[in-house]
């Protein structure tokens, strides 16, 4: 059995699902595209070719082997797109949450079930049809899950909407004992420089008490000003509306002081040296273009 654990973003990584580029499938169309960022690629003819994918992800393998992580990769399905894994599900604490994700993705659920087969049954749970909730939107951060979200009328019109406040008030029920913060997301389904898809697209914590933030993202300044109180002004690594288009508060923490970031991240990677982190650089930017990036492409089982 796994005994699942996840309390926050940067513990020690004893266990892992990474997502796979393999038999990815055809280049969407136009019409196919889930976000403004692949749409953009796809017009211009620079959509990612399977080959370089799957290399990019082997290079994150290649990192996992290194520090002793135990690595599971979903079943192959055929021509279809399986990269990014932090949408299917998420651990809180000891319990895993299925997503009720984009009708067109339920299949990836199905090629991780070998996984969930793994855990103990009473601690896997799927929320009500009504209830949207994606993984690049929950956030640990020890006595705190802070959750992005669109709390727009029309909510329903934004294929980049992905958690509505019914998947807030779900998580807030499930863990009474938690603080549970929602931030309201900018979104936009035709301009990528101006939409959080997740909330990983404009926050994440790093080691015990720093972070990277993009301010614009957020459509309430008091939800910033929150994360900046939280955290303090000092703690914070503030990304460009550049930065936060090529997702550079997306990456991933093997370990408090161990951070896997993309090699042209040059601004962040210097950052976060000079506050004394190993930074494991590889190369991500093909993946990046359908609006993922590392810890998008990740599912944490445990974590110490």
């Known amino acids: 059995m796994l005994q699942l654990n996840v309390k926050n973003e940067t513990s020690r990584l004893r266990a892992v699902v990474l997502g796979s580029a393999v038999n990815n499938g055809p280049i969407p169309t136009a019409d196919e595209a889930y976000d403004p960022k692949s749409l953009e690629h796809i017009l211009a003819g620079t959509y990612p ?10 290079a994150f393998n290649k990192v996992f082997q290194k520090y002793d992580v135990k690595v599971f990769r979903p079943e192959m399905i055929e021509n279809y797109n399986q990269i990014f894994t932090r949408d299917i599900g998420f651990v809180i604490d000891d319990v895993f949450i299925k997503a009720n994700i984009l009708p067109d993705r339920n299949r990836e659920l199905d090629a991780i079930q070998y996984v969930i087969d793994q855990i103990n049954p009473i601690k896997v749970v799927r929320p009500p049809e009504d209830v949207h909730i994606e ?4 956030m640990l951060w020890n006595d705190y899950i802070f959750i992005g979200t669109y709390k727009g009328s029309d909510y329903k019109d934004y294929i980049t909407a992905r958690t509505n406040m019914q998947g807030v008030q779900y998580i807030k029920d499930l863990f009474p004992h938690k603080i549970v913060k929602e931030f309201d997301l900018v979104k936009s389904k035709l301009e990528a420089r101006d939409n959080a898809l997740h909330l990983d697209c404009c926050f994440q914590p790093v080691g015990t008490n720093k972070g990277i933030i993009y301010k614009s ?21 503030h990304i460009t509306r550049d ?11 093997i ?9 042209n991240f040059t601004r962040l990677n210097n950052w976060l040296r000079e506050q004394g982190f190993t930074v494991e650089e590889i190369p991500y930017a093909e993946i990046a273009k359908q609006e993922g990036l590392l810890r998008c492409s990740t599912l944490p089982l445990i974590r110490d």
């Open 49 to 58: 070719v399977e080959e370089d994918m799957v290399n990019e992800m082997e």
């Open 243 to 253: 930065e936060m288009y090529h997702m550079n508060s997306n990456v991933f923490s």
């Open 217 to 237: 993202g957020f459509r309430e300044e008091a939800d910033y000003v929150f994360l900046v109180k939280l955290f303090g002004k000092e703690n914070l690594f």
């Open 135 to 138: 993984g690049g939107d929950v």
């Open 255 to 263: 370990a408090p002081d161990v951070v896997v970031s993309e090699k």
